[in-house]
């Protein structure tokens, strides 16, 4: 359980930080200091058994038995170092954050977000089973989405958060495809398994698909090309979120997987081509368009994709010394490449910009800053003494060794020289452009040093690069560690020092550094070619253009199937239904009539039945007048009340008779908007068609209706009937299935109709809508709107309601009722206190806002399934016992009772938020011209002729009053 702790804590503190503000406005990222620190205290007792050898995997629940995926964890060598980087990075960003953001930023929301991404991280790196991993994985692209657009007023924010979004979001669901076939392939979805079964995996038919999709998410999230133009465009995001998101954490999330499912895919030629091509494409694709970058954080983006591709492609070759190699340079990597990106936000915060065209001689203003910068950089240029100069002797010594397998002998060091000389130039022109040179000029803001809590965090990681550059001994046991679980066998002889002799890749890093510095030199030259091709190719126009055209297209698609009629949509519904039911009648070949015999028709049963198909049939024939069709329909569903009553569903019936006064109530306040009567059809021919689509689904709802009742069928509620006492501990059995046994459709349930609620609530607010004064025949409203009498006995009836809510709460687990049925009961009677007494008087007794009652109700739902978990027990899973207590005698106590306390708030809450707000939409009052012929076709009863407008009414009525719909009450929003 302590790894699912862990993993679990980065997101109950994202919900606390963003609740801490009311503390002051540090106090938030104390709580996501303290939240850092309590993961790493997990973590460390359990590194303690990876250090010893072991692989410790903790399976907390089966999920889905059925179909293999559980919640699981598992800690190994590999796991540790991601989780180590993504803890102590994620620490230093945080404390790095404090003294960035400005006081206009929510220091709250930033924080969750950084957890909320904490947390998927650690979630991506410690799943065992792989769909518990891809949910974690999309979790990534989410938040990511969150930082990335945190400054959301800024458009370029927005546009790059979507960009990655869609890049990202489609690279997942290929790995989704990838994740199934792999699970099909190897039998099973638990890493365990998977890692075990290499041989059957690469010989597989499916292997070449499987990889093809596995890989689409790698590359999309890694930024590998065709697709590492979303992360540039990120860099729209605040400083300390490209520090941790673009150079530790989540474009290693790819490497990740790589290195993760490197024994199972790995050692075929798909494998080799697909991963080293493209590594290598992208390490000089991003490394020649670094250097041409004029904003600091462009820049270190471009590098960030190039090293990037320098990883995949030791991964791409696959030898074991390669792997050890990229190993380390994902450490390396980690440490200058966060430093570099916190130290081009301390530049902007100082100055103002991060244009290096305006930037120059800095360091006559921040030596401290300018020192780290230079180290930093040198480390990303591999410069000896420095922890990059080694994992890129490494990564140069595997293309010599190996690189003829991918091309002739002397092509790839070749390329891969021409790739380090620009990287040596954009190191060299970050550290010297920004802080070398003459006197800066122009600059927003005075340069001076950043405050102490700006810089230890840059120098904690600067002094990791010097350490680990002078004494590489130091990280060769964690690095082991790594290769081996990565390799998941034994581990290669390698030493990691800084002098290997005078080997070929000495010779190539002292060419490209050499290069580099000419390149930079001459860098105008360079920068004048490259301006005559400078948008011409670009993969962002590409995409841009690609995502227009999707746009065109799903339009159009939209648009021919769903022109905006109500009718087509319906008659396509009802003739699709007509042809596929029909097709299964007369395929089926057999009888329409089964076995089993008919129940009796009783007179009181047949006399319900014909009132609801008279109802039924009263309303078809009088719909225009809406508010009589309201009333038809409220019997015909006080006639299913009726049913259930008869065949023993007291729950079904006390569900269906609350539901029937609540959607009353709320189509009533609907109607008041709209006109009293609806328009005539006035095409016979498309009546005609109407009248026999409705008699042929009418006839074949019948027949299959009449099919399914005469012939026997087994049903699985003799299971229910005989395990509800005994395992969810309820005799009632309904109350029993939606609380334990179908809880997960219950919480889903509910958590839909809280988005229902909130959406509605989001388009009433602040809608005005045009409101007549006086019906369609003159007569004006009438201006008593709370009658005494009604007020008056509301009042007193509102406590026996509520009490009466309680007691059907209470009860519902043995006896008919349960938090639904109660949930409704309540939002019935609070609902007649707004109706009697008025929206301002209820306002003042009640509070308005019910928002917070939905949230407690989903989290309380969530609580109770989640605390199934810490006894090992699946989700939602229920307990009970039976306590004797003084006087009361023996009562039952069952945890089902907190989950459906939860539906009870959550019903209360959304049922109030969508009639209060309805019963307080804003209202243009006016008076409706007179209709000179109502039954024309161009002027109907209860409305304005059509060519009034809204604007012409109320230019008409000469007045313009705002209101709720308590007329005469006015009040201000």
Request: net charge positive.
């Amino acid at each position: 359980m302590g790894l699912a702790f862990l993993t679990l804590i980065p997101f109950i503190g994202a919900i606390f930080t963003k609740l801490s503000t009311r503390l002051g406005r540090y106090s938030s990222a104390w709580v996501a200091i303290l939240s850092a620190l309590l993961s790493i205290s997990l973590l460390w007792p359990l590194a303690q058994q990876v250090w010893r050898g072991e692989t410790v995997i903790q399976r907390v629940t089966p999920w889905m038995p059925e179909l293999g995926i559980s919640l699981s964890f598992r800690l190994d060598g590999l796991s540790l170092l991601f989780s180590l980087m993504i803890l102590l990075v994620g620490l230093i960003v945080i404390i790095y954050a404090r003294y960035y953001l400005s006081p206009r930023d929510s220091m709250g929301r930033f924080y969750a977000y950084l957890l909320l991404f904490m947390g998927s991280m650690l979630g991506v790196v410690l799943s065992e089973n792989i769909i518990q991993l891809l949910m974690f994985w999309e979790l990534t692209s989410l938040s990511s989405f969150l930082l990335i657009s945190y400054w959301q007023q800024r458009e370029e924010a927005s546009r790059g958060a979507r960009m990655a979004l869609t890049i990202t979001g489609g690279g997942g669901l290929a790995m989704l495809g990838g994740f199934l076939l792999l699970g099909k392939i190897a039998g099973s979805y638990e890493l365990s398994d998977i890692l075990l079964a290499g041989d059957i995996i690469r010989s597989h038919a499916l292997y070449p698909f499987m990889l093809v999709l596995i890989l689409l998410g790698v590359f999309t999230k890694s930024a590998q090309f065709p697709f590492h133009f979303w992360l540039p465009n990120a860099m729209a995001a605040p400083t300390p979120v490209s520090a941790y998101l673009h150079s530790a954490t989540m474009v290693k999330a790819g490497i990740f997987i790589l290195a993760r499912f490197f024994p199972a895919l790995s050692g075929t030629p798909e494998w080799t081509w697909i991963v080293s091509g493209i590594g290598i494409t992208t390490f000089i694709t991003g490394s020649y368009i670094a250097l041409f970058k004029h904003d600091m954080k462009a820049l270190l983006a471009y590098s960030t994709i190039s090293h990037l591709g320098l990883i995949v492609t030791l991964f791409g070759i696959g030898t074991p010394l390669a792997v050890v190699a990229g190993v380390f340079h994902i450490i390396n990597h980690a440490t200058f490449k966060a430093s570099l990106f916190m130290l081009a936000g301390i530049v902007d915060h100082e100055t103002g910009t991060r244009d290096m065209r305006q930037l120059r001689g800095l360091r006559r203003y921040m030596p401290y800053s300018a020192t780290l910068m230079v180290i930093a950089a040198a480390a990303m240029a591999g410069i000896p003494g420095l922890n990059g100069f080694i994992s890129k002797e490494m990564f140069l010594a595997e293309i010599v060794s190996h690189g003829n397998a991918l091309s002739p002998h002397w092509l790839l060091p070749a390329i891969v020289t021409a790739g380090a000389v620009f990287s040596a130039a954009y190191s060299i022109r970050i550290a010297h452009n920004v802080f070398f040179g003459g006197e800066p000029a122009d600059l927003p803001k005075t340069p001076h040093e950043p405050s102490r809590g700006m810089q230890i965090p840059v120098a904690i990681l600067v002094i990791a690069c010097i350490v680990v550059g002078l004494f590489p001994h130091i990280a060769q046991p964690l690095v082991a560690l790594v290769v081996g679980s990565t390799l998941q066998g034994a581990i290669p002889e390698f030493h990691l020092a800084i002098w290997h002799g005078f080997t070929p890749e000495l010779l190539m890093s002292a060419i490209a550094l050499a290069g580099g510095i000419l390149v930079y030199r001459k860098r105008e030259s360079f920068f004048s070619l490259q301006t005559r091709v400078d948008g011409r190719i670009d993969a962002k126009i590409l995409y841009n253009g690609a995502m227009r055209r999707l746009f065109a297209l799903s339009n159009a698609i939209t648009m021919n199937a769903d022109n905006l009629s109500q009718k087509r949509m319906l008659w396509v519904l009802f003739v699709t239904a007509i042809v596929l039911g029909g097709y299964g009648f007369i395929s089926g070949g057999s009888s329409l009539a089964g076995n089993r015999p008919l129940l009796p028709v009783d007179p009181m049963s047949a006399m319900v039945a014909i009132i609801m198909i008279a109802a039924a049939t009263a309303t078809v024939i009088m719909h225009q007048q809406r508010f009589t069709a309201l009333v038809l329909v409220s019997a015909v569903g006080l006639g299913v009340a009726l049913t259930f009553v008869k065949f023993s569903a007291p729950d079904l019936a006390l569900t269906q008779l609350a539901v029937e006064f609540i959607t009353a109530v709320l189509l009533l306040l609907a109607l008041f908007f709209l006109p009293q009567s609806t328009p005539d059809e006035q095409d016979r021919l498309r009546q005609g068609r109407d009248i026999v689509i409705a008699l042929f689904a009418g006839i074949g709802i019948a027949a299959l209706s009449y099919a399914v009742l005469t012939r026997d069928y087994h049903s699985i509620a003799d299971y229910f009937i005989a395990n509800s006492v005994s395992g969810g501990g309820g005799a009632n059995v309904v109350n029993v299935l939606l609380v334990d046994f179908r809880g997960f459709d219950t919480m889903g349930e509910i958590t839909v109709l809280a988005l229902a609620g909130l959406g509605i609530y989001a388009m009433l607010d602040q809608l005005k809508l045009l409101s007549p004064k006086q019906d369609a025949e003159g007569r004006p409203w009438n201006p008593d709107t709370h009658p005494l009498i009604l007020a008056t006995f509301s009042r007193i009836l509102l406590p026996l309601a509520l009490l009466v809510a309680i007691f059907i709460l209470l009860r519902g687990h043995n006896l008919p009722g349960g938090g639904f049925i109660a949930g409704l009961i309540t939002s019935a009677a609070l609902i007649v206190q707004y109706l009697a007494n008025g929206v301002e008087w209820t306002r003042s007794k009640l509070p308005a806002n019910t928002h917070p009652l939905i949230g407690y109700g989903l989290l309380i739902a969530a609580s109770t399934g989640i605390a199934s978990w810490y006894f090992g027990y699946p989700f939602l899973t229920s307990t009970f016992d039976h306590l004797h207590i003084p006087i009361l005698g023996e009562l039952e106590l069952a945890s089902a009772m907190a989950f459906d306390l939860g539906v009870y708030l959550v019903v209360v809450g959304t049922s109030l938020l969508i009639l209060i707000n309805l019963g307080m939409i804003h209202q243009v009052s006016y008076l409706p011209r007179a209709n000179k012929n109502p039954g024309s076709k161009d002027a109907k009863p209860g409305r304005a002729a059509p060519d009034t407008s809204g604007s012409q009414a109320i230019n008409e009525a000469g007045k313009l009053k705002t209101s709720t719909i308590e007329q005469g009450t006015s009040w201000k929003r």
